[in-house]
């Protein structure tokens, strides 16, 4: 038995992923394959964790069909298809991960959850000012990405009631200043925004201090090599426990998701976890 469920609205994808956690939908071990972008398989993950009952016996599949497909569990819905004759021919298999989070907690208590990266500051600025352009209708095709991009060399955090602050617990160290791009990655030697190599090597936090308008479109170009990471104004940290502190409004994104936080919403409590959820990738069996 299966049933097919389309999303109709911002959200609704969380909305049905709790339905399934909580068993509304079907109840037993069951297989959720998500079809969509990167925000359609984020909804549906962070509805599953939040209803927190039969998550363990959910195995979540996820299917590259949106404008931006980093978080996807195999690279095509072509193949998916060859996985599967496969497994019939030549005893391939879908092989189970417990699927990581980075875990964000607002003051308030409020939780968020990123499935690949998690960001603050420039790049998050992007994702609202892309989506707002695209849903006006006034730019044709593609033409809004470019529009937001040259919005984003003008950004800058407000920095005057102080730096940003990051703590990194379980390591010991600190990163502090006029942070204006901060990416947390589940893990390391991930991409995002269509293969952006924002983490190319095995850390998985990116800073990028304030700099000039030059200097960024330079640096643009750099985050698509992965070079980024030897820029002076980068520094690259690895890190499953952080907190962080800022004073002003600051431009937050999750796997595309994005919203604006406030002031109140800091001290920010950051967690890389692994869930009871698996998903599946495609592999040869052992």
Not at 71 to 91: K, M, P, W, Y
Not at 100 to 106: G, M, N, Q, S
Request: proline share 4%; aromatic share 8%; glycine share 10%.
């Amino acid at each position: 038995r299966h049933n097919v469920y389309l999303t109709e609205y911002a959200g609704h994808g969380i909305e049905l992923g709790r339905q399934i956690g909580l068993g509304k939908i079907t109840s037993g071990k069951h297989l959720v394959i998500t079809c969509g972008g990167d925000g359609t398989h984020e909804e549906v993950l962070s509805g599953l964790i939040k209803a927190d009952q039969n998550a363990e016996s959910i195995r979540i599949l996820r299917i590259p069909m949106g404008s931006g497909n980093d978080a996807a569990d195999v690279a095509s819905l072509q193949e998916l298809v060859n996985s599967s004759s496969e497994q019939q021919e030549e005893s391939h298999k879908f092989i189970s991960h417990p699927v990581k989070t980075v875990e964000v907690t607002l003051s308030g208590g409020e939780k968020l959850y990123a499935f690949n990266i998690a960001s603050f500051g420039l790049d998050a600025m992007v994702v609202v000012w892309s989506n707002r352009l695209k849903n006006s209708r006034v730019f044709p095709g593609d033409s809004y990405k470019l529009v937001a991009n040259i919005v984003s060399l003008f950004y800058r955090p407000d920095f005057s009631a102080g730096p940003l602050r990051l703590n990194m617990n379980d390591i010991g160290q600190k990163c502090e200043g006029d942070v204006v791009l901060l990416a947390i990655g589940v893990d390391g030697h991930l991409s995002y925004g269509q293969g952006k190599n924002v983490l190319p090597g095995p850390e998985n936090i990116c800073a990028l201090f304030d700099m000039s308008i030059i200097n960024r479109i330079k640096l643009k170009k750099l985050f698509y090599r992965g070079e980024h990471v030897f820029h002076p104004k980068a520094s690259m940290y690895s890190s499953r426990s952080l907190d962080l502190f800022f004073s002003a409004p600051l431009y937050f994104q999750a796997d595309g998701e994005q919203r604006l936080l406030k002031p109140d919403d800091f001290p920010i409590k950051i967690e890389i976890k692994s869930t009871v959820i698996e998903n599946l990738t495609s592999g040869k069996a052992l």
